[in-house]
């Protein structure tokens, strides 16, 4: 499976008047087409710096960043909008809806920006998305009119809605309560699960449990890369057999050596969005 994201030797340093502040000071890792990528680490490890970068937010000061094939770092400023445009879809902490707009609107939002798309066809796409997050019959509603869950969904339809190389999500659950982040993260499964590339950056490790692969970040390295516990544990009791250790999968090859992801993680074989039976009526949307 080729790489859609890999980083080599990323550094970056913020000055704070003749004070250097290194964030970043050489991390590398590739991350799979198709993979579900947690990154951990506590207050200034560096994680937030990681993900601005891997965004687009921000550039490096040295180092190589190549996205779904594109160069980053040899990419004009000027165009970093346009390539987060197409190749990723935000979710944040902070739902960002507009109050006055109904899911439908503030979903179909970024096609407008993106400029091109009919608006019969924007609508369209954005009832699409909304159903594939189980929000199909709450098009009309406002954000006031939904929890605090049902908001973040229709912020990852909205997220989804533009056809991503990558969706990047920053503490998706902050704001949320324990059953309803359970219910998100299960979303992000499934949507994994059916072909998209998720990338999660969280500081809590029972989020981060849910992904296939964790990558924790501490004082501006790459401290491990591992396959996750948890998810580990979950298909080991799927398959009827004993857990499996983190030592296990260093055995087996499954950690990386210096920052760079040495073998494929362990993963339950997924269908297409096209062969669930749910969603046969709806365009494919990746």
């Known amino acids: ?59 490096p000061d040295s180092g190589q960043y190549v996205l779904d094939g594109l160069p980053v770092e040899q990419i004009d400023p000027n165009l970093l909008a346009a390539v987060r445009n197409r190749k990723i879809g935000f979710v944040f902490q902070q739902f960002n809806l507009l109050p006055r707009q109904t899911a439908l609107e503030n979903v179909a939002l970024p096609l407008i920006y993106l400029g091109g798309v009919p608006t019969e066809e924007r609508y369209a796409r954005a009832q699409d998305v909304l159903e594939l997050v189980g929000l199909g019959t709450r098009l009309d509603h406002h954000p006031k009119e939904l929890s605090g869950g049902q908001q973040q969904r229709v912020a990852i339809a909205r997220a989804l809605i533009t056809r991503p190389s990558l969706l990047l999500a920053d503490e998706p659950t902050g704001n949320l309560d324990s059953h309803s982040s359970e219910d998100i993260m299960t979303l992000f499964q499934d949507l994994n699960s059916q072909g998209i590339t998720v990338v999660l950056v969280t500081h809590e490790a029972d989020i981060a449990g849910h992904a296939q692969r964790i990558l924790t970040v501490r004082d501006g390295v790459l401290a491990s890369d591992a396959a996750s516990v948890q998810r580990i544990a979950g298909l080991s009791a799927l398959n009827g057999s004993a857990p499996l250790t983190p030592d296990t999968h260093a055995a087996n090859g499954l950690h990386a050596t210096n920052g760079v992801h040495a073998g494929e993680p362990v993963r339950r074989a997924r269908p297409s969005i096209i062969q669930r039976p749910s969603l046969t009526h709806k365009r494919r949307l990746l």
């Open 1 to 59: 499976m080729d790489a859609i994201i890999q980083v080599r030797d990323l550094r970056k340093t913020y000055h704070m008047g003749e004070i250097e502040v290194p964030a970043l000071r050489g991390i590398s890792f590739d991350i799979r087409r198709g993979e579900f990528v947690a990154i951990m680490g506590p207050s200034g490890s560096g994680k937030s710096t990681l993900m601005n970068l891997l965004g687009c937010l921000d550039t």
